[in-house]
């Protein structure tokens, strides 16, 4: 296996799907710039949709992550900007139909959350950014 993910016993369960760390062996690492709500045009999908900018936005790390031969079980470290708290709520409930998929049997990567008030451009909700260990 190559990341091997855990919450330990000494520290409080995780307040959502992510897990408190992740533990790789020496190996190489790719380091995902932010995904927005891009489609393959430069579209953005859904402007006023928060659920279906993050999809877009997985979609996009899940296509990065296939074209340098890994997956979304290979990540170690996420990372979601929010614009605003009112998106938090379309934002959970898009990440739990999303991570279902991705990760079935639970083993979800760290994920750290930013409530922020902006992003690169107005009508941009949502943007992920990853750190995958490549498969040996």
Known sequence: MSVIYSNPDGVHAPAGQYSHSALTE???F????GQVGFDIDG?????DDVGAQFKQAFANLVAILHDVGASASDVVDM????????SLAPW???RHEIFAE?????GYPPHTLLIVSALAAPELRVEVSATARLPE
Do not use: M, N, T
């Not at 990372?79 to 009112?86: N, P």
């Not at 991705?102 to 639970?106: A, D, L, Q």
């Open 43 to 47: 579209q953005v999908v859904g402007p």
């Open 26 to 28: 020496p190996g190489r």
């Open 30 to 33: 790719v380091f995902i710039a």
């Open 102 to 106: 991705h990760y079935p049997h639970g």
């Open 92 to 94: 959970r409930a898009a």
């Open 79 to 86: 990372k979601s900007f929010l614009v605003g708290e009112e």
